[in-house]
């Protein structure tokens, strides 16, 4: 229980701070008053719904089944990464990539730690195998680790170019693919019987790790890449 406890604290503060993040932006972004709390108010409730979509479908024990096309890459990884799409392609947006700090989205990868002690809880409970941890294949725990140095000798006290911002991000995505990787093929690519999906990896609240947790730190990086390319890092 603890551990579904902590899963279920870490979606709502995560939804809550990158809805904090938005708003506060939009105010230098957005000068009509009335677009501005427009899209404060749809920015919130986009984030409550998904959160309400991803428990809402979990619980209904769909992604405990092992069935192609798989169920979890289709139904809660492609909305978001087709959200993404939408977001980075869309001029009505340009403005609030541009008026965001290049430090907040690195800074926002911390929560990367918190991401792998929760795996590892999981790990700990036989819902995943040791290899999709930080004691196996997965080094994603050292992005989280080195985001908060990253940012602030990037941008508080520069002492990093945009070369090295640039691979960090790079190696932040392919850390994601690595540990992605590892839990897809435990879910739909060994026999029924060994499948994680069966020990609770396809039930609420773990399905915000990819509903949720793995979606955001795509984001991040991408925005973080997206804004280094409009906008110089200084």
Not at 77 to 105: A, E, G, Q, R
Not at 152 to 169: A, E, Q, R
Request: glycine letters at 6%.
């Amino acid at each position: 229980m603890m551990l579904q406890a902590c899963f279920i604290v870490l979606a709502l503060a995560l939804v809550i701070l990158v809805y904090m993040m938005t708003a506060r932006e939009s105010l230098n972004a957005i000068t009509d008053s009335q677009k501005q709390k427009r899209f404060i108010q749809r920015t919130g409730l986009a984030l409550v719904v998904w959160l309400i979509y991803v428990s809402a479908i979990s619980v209904t024990g769909i992604f405990e089944k092992i069935s192609f096309p798989p169920r979890i890459p289709l139904l809660l990884v492609l909305p978001t990464f087709l959200f993404f799409l939408y977001f980075f392609t869309n001029k009505k947006f340009k403005t609030i990539i541009d008026h965001t700090p290049h430090s907040w989205p690195v800074f926002f990868q911390s929560f990367r730690i918190i991401v792998e002690l929760l795996i590892w809880g999981m790990f700990m409970a036989g819902i995943v195998p040791q290899s999709a941890t930080f004691e196996g294949h997965n080094f994603d725990i050292l992005i989280g680790l080195t985001a908060p140095l990253i940012a602030f000798f990037t941008f508080v006290k520069p002492k990093i170019g945009k070369s090295l911002f640039i691979l960090w991000n790079i190696a932040g995505l392919a850390t994601l693919l690595i540990v992605v990787y590892i839990l897809m093929r435990h879910s739909y690519f060994l026999s029924e019987n060994y499948s994680i999906l069966h020990k609770g990896f396809g039930a609420f609240p773990y399905t915000f790790l990819a509903g949720l947790f793995m979606p955001l730190a795509v984001f991040m990086h991408i925005f973080s890449l997206v804004k280094a390319g409009r906008k110089p890092i200084e």
